[in-house]
């Protein structure tokens, strides 16, 4: 028996230890006379494909090919040889071993007319044109790279086959036939015959989503916003808002059933108007909205939480067959035109390049860089070469009139913000907690904190994490010359499912709002007194898990018991308290969506929390306009 030996291979074999085996030719130097090896014996090759990787000394780049015949070994002088291997003659392993004269090439077949090449150790399907892979049995496509000529899609873009041709999907930012070209977006433009889409980071909808956007159609169907809880055709909770031949469809599924309200009038297709779609729903109550015409869906009993996870999706979805079919009236296409501002729950997404999570060939609407919200405050857009310069009013400069004349020249100190005064042509200084005066050059401290209205406090609580949050205690005197305002908001403030603990003015009305993480409860008012103007009141409110008691001037005036089956009755309010409002951007209303209808105007005192003997020391928050009412 012969064996054929090509190139990479290897034979390993068990082997006697060999000893006192005296060399023929020449003499071993030194006065070791023992071979000793690892009971393995290797015939034409090695273990390993790379040969350096023999030991130190062997110099052997290649392994043998050719053919090897009858291998006869003994492990001692009085033995007899015989063939290696237990048993007699047979190997414990190879690679790439065949039969001495035979080609490996027909123990394969190629197909679709390609031909066998054998190339040392190895043997390929060498592909007539049209055809790949390792057998030949896979069509050439015009996306592949192994195309004469090759796709030259650019920018890493997907190349996507048609009929007769491909399509580049262009990454956001770029545009061309290849996607060879930068693009900068002012005003999305989507085709839903090019796989348009954008996405954005999802944050949480479970209790209530407000959706308002301006879109420009230029087809009566397609995807205007979609989000689910998967992306699949099973998706489970879902939420969608579309064009359905010309008109308007807003459908949500929370989980029982799917939701469907249309608009009474359809849009105009061809003619380059702007409509204004507002749209939403708060538990399964539906609401949608198209130029002011509004049509509603009444509450029912049924669930009442949409759990999504997706990203949100504009313009279409990255793989339309995932869509739910629920979600759409027929099969799901992407929306063809224009779309700009879109706000969600009152937080607007960048539709930009750089502010977009992902998205596809999304072009410009009027492929210039001026759009809709470009230039600030009223500024003019105008297009200069491929950028743009903007003819600002004149109480504003800068590149996109975002800066007050006013302001350009200001002396606020220590962290003042700049507040422009048209009226006065002038401005004022927003001071950093602990400093006052007109350009806030004086330090100040205090223990009364004075609220002018857009004002704030936020206090980080150091011992929170040491806190049982089951049991909540906190306590003020406070003053006000208003009957609306936020007092104080225990939480993170970030989004619907923070837990919280709210009090406030409601027309001159105590008002408490608790949210253990569930839902929030229904605001608990105390309607017996009003408590303006400028008069001194204390008030405690204490959380033992669900059970919630209000005291006004030391007298029990609410006890509430939120939930009587004890699902949730931790308030884990992240150590964060705010006091008086916000921020100077952030709306009382908007934050606490309506629970409050703006800042507070007055003066807090002798805040604790908890059971802690020591007072909160306001002037070691941060925030901006509070003022010392130590002397008021």
């Known amino acids: 028996m012969a064996v054929r030996v090509t190139g990479n291979f290897f034979v390993y074999l068990l082997a006697p230890k060999v000893d006192d085996h005296e060399n023929k030719t020449i003499r071993s130097p030194g006065k070791l006379v023992g071979l000793n090896v690892f009971s393995q014996f290797y015939v034409g090759g090695y273990i390993e494909y790379i040969p350096e990787l023999l030991p130190y000394g062997s110099h052997f780049k290649n392994g043998f090919q050719g053919c090897i015949f009858d291998i006869l070994v003994r492990a001692g002088r009085d033995q007899k040889l015989k063939a290696p291997g237990i048993p007699e003659g047979h190997p414990n392993a190879g ?36 055809w790949k892979g390792a057998f030949c049995t896979e069509t050439i496509s015009v996306c592949d790279p192994e195309h004469d000529p090759p796709p030259k899609c650019k920018q890493g873009s997907p190349c996507v086959p048609l009929p007769d041709g491909y399509t580049c999907l262009c990454p956001l930012g770029t545009t061309g036939i290849y996607c060879e070209q930068a693009l900068a977006i002012s005003d999305v433009s989507f085709i839903s015959n090019q796989s348009s889409w954008m996405s ?96 509603t869906q009444k509450a029912s009993s049924g669930m009442t939480a949409l759990d999504t996870r997706t990203d949100f999706y504009i313009g279409g979805v990255s793989s339309l067959h995932l869509v ?43 492929g210039t860089s001026c759009g809709y919200k470009v230039c600030k405050n009223n500024g003019k857009c105008k297009v200069k070469n491929a950028h743009f310069s903007c003819l600002c009013p004149k109480q504003w400069m800068g590149e996109t009139c975002e800066q007050s004349t006013y302001c350009s020249h200001n002396k606020c100190l220590h962290g003042g913000i700049c507040i422009p005064n048209p009226v006065l042509l002038s401005y004022t200084c927003a001071c950093r907690l602990g400093w006052s005066g007109f350009w806030c050059e004086r330090q100040v401290s205090f223990f009364t904190a004075k609220f002018i209205g857009n004002s704030y406090i936020k206090y980080i609580d150091p011992n929170y994490k040491a806190r049982d949050l089951r049991f909540t205690k906190l306590s003020l005197n406070f003053t006000t010359t208003k009957t609306d305002g936020l007092l104080v908001w225990l939480g993170r403030a970030e989004d619907e499912d923070n837990d919280f603990l709210a009090v406030g003015l409601f027309d001159g009305m105590l008002k408490v709002v608790v949210n253990l993480g569930e839902r929030i409860a229904i605001p608990l ?10 008069k001194w009141h204390f008030v405690t409110i204490t959380q033992n898990k669900t059970v919630i008691r209000v005291y006004l001037d030391e007298e029990l005036v609410v006890c509430e018991d939120l939930d009587p089956q004890r699902k949730y009755t931790v308030l884990n309010y992240g150590g ?31 805040v604790a929390l908890f059971q802690d003997s020591k007072k909160v020391a306001l002037i070691t928050g941060e925030g901006y306009n509070v003022y010392s009412g130590d002397k008021d």
């Open 525 to 534: 008012i105390h309607r017996s007194n009003t408590l303006c103007c400028n």
């Open 324 to 366: 739910n079919p629920m979600a759409v009236n027929n099969e799901p296409i992407g929306f063809t035109g224009c779309i700009r501002e879109v706000l969600i729950n009152n937080k607007e997404l960048e539709l930009t390049e750089r502010g977009a999570k992902g998205g596809s060939n999304v072009g410009d609407c009027d």
């Open 95 to 130: 690679r790439n071993i065949g039969q001495c004269e035979k080609s490996l090439c027909q123990l394969i077949k190629c197909r679709n007319g390609g031909t066998c090449v054998e190339s040392g150790s190895t043997l390929y399907c060498k592909c007539p044109t049209g």
């Open 576 to 606: 964060i308290c705010y006091f008086g409002g916000f921020g100077l951007d952030r709306k009382v209303n908007i934050v606490t969506t309506g629970l409050f209808s703006q800042e507070f105007f007055g003066k807090i005192k002798d």
């Open 200 to 295: 954005f980071h999802s944050f949480n909808i479970r209790h209530k989503f407000h959706i308002q956007m301006q879109f420009q159609a230029l087809s009566a169907n397609g995807i205007l916003f979609y989000t689910a809880q998967h992306l699949s055709q099973r998706s489970g909770d879902f939420l969608s808002l579309s064009l359905v031949n010309g008109y308007v469809q807003l459908r949500y599924n929370l989980g029982d059933r799917t939701l469907i309200l249309q608009t009474f009038q359809n849009v105009h297709i061809t003619n380059n108007s702007w409509y204004l779609i507002k749209a939403g729903r708060v538990g399964n109550e539906g609401y949608l909205d198209l130029d002011g015409i509004n049509i």
